[in-house]
T-cell receptor, first 110, second 112 residues
């Protein structure tokens, strides 16, 4: 399978700060997703981004497939951004199964 | 609204007992998946199915069983052979091909 590594494992921010989360993967991918898991355990889709750049409000993501990494940017962070951010990837050989990283635990203080 | 419904939200299992977790989707997705999450860990794949009456083992299938009799339903049974079943279980679905997966709200299983 694909090895997915996320950094940093933990991140503590003051409200209003910006942050960058990184995801490295060990093989070429046809599917890469970023998720936010809230304190209740709900896993929310943020981006489907096997390559290129996308933006959604204060969040944006970039995947450089040739260099096997993806970045998630959070600008002007809010307390509601707290939770665990997961990156998951699939190389497409088995149609859709995702390999997850261990996540980045983000805590935003008011 | 279309979505994925998992039930129950909380489940308790006695020693030696089988329990079944429900997953239903009305997104008309062909593929469905079951993942397990342990504290501080990412998700690991238990089983997945791309078509009715067919499914494949994931990385940690031992002690679990599934069925796919209907397109919209993919129940997971945690058998007594699973010696450490306490975890958070998440069900997902997606269209076939290179498409994003969408997740239900999960079921927390604990041992009495």
């Amino acid at each position: 399978g694909i090895q997915v590594e996320q950094s940093p494992p933990d991140l503590i921010l003051q409200e209003g700060a910006n942050s960058t989360l990184r995801c490295n993967f060990s093989d070429s991918v046809n599917n890469l997703q970023w998720f936010h898991q809230n304190p209740w355990g709900q896993l929310i889709n943020l981006f489907y981004i096997p390559s290129g750049t996308k933006q959604n409000g204060r969040l944006s993501a970039t995947t450089v497939a040739t260099e096997r990494y993806s970045l998630l940017y959070i600008s002007s962070s809010q307390t509601t951004d707290s939770g665990v951010y997961f990156c998951a990837a699939d190389r497409g050989s088995t149609l859709g199964r995702l390999y997850f990283g261990r996540g980045t635990q983000l805590t935003v203080w008011p | 609204d279309g979505g994925i419904t998992q039930s129950p939200k909380y489940l308790f299992r006695k020693e030696g007992q089988n329990v079944t977790l429900s997953c239903e989707q009305n997104l008309n997705h062909d593929a469905m998946y079951w993942y397990r999450q342990d504290p501080g860990q990412g998700l690991r794949l238990i089983y997945y199915s791309q078509i009715v009456n067919d499914f494949q083992k994931g990385d940690i299938a031992e002690g679990y069983s599934v069925s796919r009799e209907k397109k919209e339903s993919f129940p997971l049974t945690v058998t007594s052979a699973q010696k450490n079943p306490t975890a958070f279980y998440l069900c997902a679905s997606s269209p076939l091909g290179y498409q994003p997966q969408h997740f239900g709200d999960g079921t927390r299983l604990s041992i009495l």
